[in-house]
C-alpha cells in the first residue's frame, strides 16, 4: 500500500520563475492538503482539494495555485517566486476533508529560490 | 486569525527523565491532533483528541485535551533516545481537516 509520494524531492528557481510540485495521495484517500513548513516552524495550510475543487484556503496570496485530478492527485503551483518562498512544501491526505481523519504527511519537496 | 502557541521551544533531556510539551489555541478546537517530525522527515501523525477533558495514552505517552477545548499537552514518560524529534500539535477549529500548526517543541535526549 503506496503512502503520499511527491516530487519532485529537491527543486532549486530563481526569482519570479514559476514551479509546479505533483501529489499522489495515499491508496483510498480523496482530498489533498498542502503546507508550507519554512526550517524551525510548523507547517502552515496552504489549501485542501476536493471533489477536485479548493475547499479551504489559508492565508497565501494568489501566487499559489492548485489543482486536483480525477484520480485524486494534485499540483501545487507558485508563480512569480520570492526567496520567502523557499522552503518544505509538504502534501498530505486523508479519507475525506473532515477533521476526524488523521493526516498522511508525505516526503515534501523542497524548494529553494535564489 | 486562528493561533496555536506550543511550549517550550526546546527542551533537553537525560535519558529516563520526563518530558512535557504544551500547546493553546487563540479558540476553542473541534479538535485537536499531534505529530512527530524526525529530522530530515515529515511530520508523522501521533494521536487525535476530540473530546473535551480526553485523555489519551500510548505506552509512554500521554495526551490531554483541556476543558475547554483550547488547550492540550503531551507528556513522556522516561524518555528514550528514539523519542528524539520535533512534536506538533495542530489544531482544527471548524471540523474541515484545516489544520493550524503550533511552532513545535523540539525534544534531544542525552543518553
Same mark, same amino acid.
Given at each position: 500500500?503506496?503512502?503520499?509520494?511527491?516530487?519532485?524531492?529537491? $527543486? /532549486?528557481?530563481?526569482?519570479?520563475? #514559476?514551479?509546479? $510540485? *505533483?501529489?499522489?495521495?495515499?491508496?483510498?484517500?480523496?482530498?489533498?492538503?498542502?503546507? #508550507?513548513?519554512?526550517?524551525?516552524?510548523?507547517?502552515?495550510? /496552504?489549501?485542501?482539494?476536493?471533489?477536485?475543487?479548493? *475547499? #479551504? *484556503?489559508?492565508?497565501?496570496?494568489? *501566487?499559489?495555485?492548485?489543482?486536483?485530478?480525477?484520480?485524486?492527485?494534485?499540483?501545487?503551483?507558485?508563480?512569480?517566486?520570492?526567496?520567502?518562498?523557499?522552503? $518544505?512544501?509538504?502534501?498530505?491526505?486523508?479519507?475525506?476533508?473532515?477533521? $476526524?481523519?488523521?493526516?498522511?504527511?508525505?516526503?515534501?519537496?523542497?524548494?529553494?529560490?535564489? | 486569525?486562528?493561533?496555536?502557541?506550543?511550549?517550550?521551544?526546546?527542551?533537553?533531556?537525560?535519558?529516563?527523565?520526563?518530558?512535557?510539551?504544551?500547546?493553546?489555541?487563540?479558540?476553542?478546537?473541534?479538535?485537536?491532533?499531534?505529530? !512527530?517530525?524526525?529530522?530530515?522527515?515529515?511530520?508523522?501523525?501521533?494521536?487525535?483528541?476530540?473530546?473535551?477533558?480526553?485523555? %489519551?495514552?500510548?505506552?509512554?505517552? &500521554?495526551?490531554?485535551?483541556?476543558?475547554? !477545548? %483550547?488547550?492540550?499537552?503531551?507528556?513522556? &514518560?522516561?524518555?528514550? &533516545?528514539?523519542?528524539?524529534?520535533?512534536?506538533?500539535?495542530?489544531?482544527?477549529?471548524?471540523? &474541515?481537516? !484545516?489544520?493550524?500548526?503550533?511552532?513545535?517543541?523540539?525534544?534531544?535526549? !542525552?543518553?
Amino acid at each position: 500500500d503506496a503512502g503520499v509520494t511527491q516530487s519532485p524531492t529537491h $527543486l /532549486i528557481k530563481t526569482r519570479g520563475q #514559476q514551479v509546479t $510540485l *505533483r501529489c499522489s495521495p495515499k491508496s483510498g484517500h480523496d482530498t489533498v492538503s498542502w503546507y #508550507q513548513q519554512a526550517l524551525g516552524q510548523g507547517p502552515q495550510f /496552504i489549501f485542501q482539494y476536493y471533489e477536485e475543487e479548493e *475547499r #479551504q *484556503r489559508g492565508n497565501f496570496p494568489d *501566487r499559489f495555485s492548485g489543482h486536483q485530478f480525477p484520480n485524486y492527485s494534485s499540483e501545487l503551483n507558485v508563480n512569480a517566486l520570492l526567496l520567502g518562498d523557499s522552503a $518544505l512544501y509538504l502534501c498530505a491526505s486523508s479519507l475525506v476533508p473532515g477533521g $476526524l481523519y488523521e493526516q498522511y504527511f508525505g516526503p515534501g519537496t523542497r524548494l529553494t529560490v535564489t | 486569525g486562528q493561533q496555536v502557541m506550543q511550549i517550550p521551544q526546546y527542551q533537553h533531556v537525560q535519558e529516563g527523565e520526563d518530558f512535557t510539551t504544551y500547546c493553546n489555541s487563540s479558540t476553542t478546537l473541534s479538535n485537536i491532533q499531534w505529530y !512527530k517530525q524526525r529530522p530530515g522527515g515529515h511530520p508523522v501523525f501521533l494521536i487525535q483528541l476530540v473530546k473535551s477533558g480526553e485523555v %489519551k495514552k500510548q505506552k509512554r505517552l &500521554t495526551f490531554q485535551f483541556g476543558e475547554a !477545548k %483550547k488547550n492540550s499537552s503531551l507528556h513522556i &514518560t522516561a524518555t528514550q &533516545t528514539t523519542d528524539v524529534g520535533t512534536y506538533f500539535c495542530a489544531g482544527d477549529s471548524s471540523n &474541515t481537516g !484545516k489544520l493550524i500548526f503550533g511552532q513545535g517543541t523540539t525534544l534531544q535526549v !542525552k543518553p
